[in-house]
């Protein structure tokens, strides 16, 4: 059992993404008053996140994809892509403490302490790919999270076990050609993206480390335990990473607005459960978790609450 320690600072709440968007501050100041109100709080230690070096984010993103990103912020304009990922002048050191979030995970996880760790930021970071802001994220913050940890701790294997029902093509393509990044994707299939089909394994020497696990919609925990237990766990037991990343998004939650799954907060429980067994054995870090989607408030606030509740008795 090691300690957990909850991640959040409140200028994440100052990236506005105007009237009538899903991914807005309500969801992480709704989130913490729940969390606030139960007896987890005072369990957990707290820290407050820096932001993220430049030179961190240019380990997995191009400089001149960062230097866009920020000209287009500093000069006021409110759409980084053709989408919906949207932005204000402070979306920048939003989207920079959510990547510094995840590397204070790191420094907690792989230092003395090994410490389990949950980070409550946004904007989320899953879609962002090496030169490209998508599916309002800016920063993938568990690439930048990865590549800290194997540079400055010298982990050798990381896992990035992604759960948000979205595929998270960024994550994906950073680590796409990368054995040393183990990159689980289970998600709804056919959605946005698009991306993400089972055949989808990674190439060249990343030849096997993506694995990706399509799940129709309406699924429910059968679906996903069945994923988990024929697909995930086996990919984990024979990678045997040092260090677990979970990219944690919680819209595959029965009452999301922007998915059709089945999940009740509990399977989150479930989930966390599965991925710390199966890792158990190969892990010399605490475990990072790493807030991704979730976009009806009720059901993020208490699937967070469980996910959180076996993370601190893993
Ligand atoms: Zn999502």
Do not use: K
């Not at 090691?2 to 959040?8: G, P």
């Not at 920063?139 to 050798?156: L, S, T």
């Amino acid at each position: 059992m090691s300690r957990l320690t909850f991640l959040y600072h409140p200028d994440v709440l100052l990236h506005d993404t105007g009237a009538g968007h899903p991914e807005r501050r309500l969801r992480v100041e709704t989130l913490v008053a729940h969390l606030m109100s139960t007896d987890l709080w005072s369990a957990m230690d707290h820290r407050r996140p820096e932001e993220a070096p430049l030179e961190a984010m240019t380990a997995v993103h191009t400089s001149p994809y960062l230097e866009t990103v920020e000209r287009t912020i500093a000069n006021g304009e409110t759409l980084l892509d053709d989408g919906d990922t949207r932005v204000c002048p402070a979306s920048w050191r939003a989207a920079r403490l959510a990547a510094g979030a995840a590397m204070l995970g790191i420094d907690l996880a792989c230092g003395g302490e090994r410490a389990h760790v949950f980070s409550a930021m946004r904007p989320p970071g899953h879609h962002a790919e090496s030169s490209r802001a998508m599916g309002f994220c800016i920063v993938n913050h568990v690439a930048v999270a990865a590549r800290h940890a194997q540079r400055r701790y010298g982990i050798g294997r990381v896992a990035i076990v992604d759960w948000d029902v979205h595929h998270g093509n960024g994550t994906e393509e950073i680590f796409w050609r990368d054995p040393s990044v183990l990159y689980v994707s289970l998600h709804q299939y056919p959605l946005w993206p698009g991306t993400g089909a089972a055949s989808d394994a990674g190439d060249g020497d990343g030849r096997g480390t993506t694995v990706n696990c399509p799940l129709p919609p309406g699924s429910g925990e059968q679906a996903y335990e069945r994923a988990f237990r024929e697909r995930v766990v086996p990919a984990l037991t024979s990678f045997g990473p040092e260090l677990l990343i979970i990219s944690a998004g919680f819209d595959a939650h029965r009452d999301d607005p922007l998915a059709n799954m089945d999940l009740r907060a509990e399977s989150f429980g479930r989930f966390t459960q599965m991925v710390g067994e199966a890792t158990s054995r190969s892990l010399s870090a605490g475990i990072v978790s790493v807030l991704e989607g979730g976009y009806d408030l009720r059901a993020l606030s208490s699937s967070v609450e469980v996910h959180l509740r076996e993370l601190s008795a893993a």
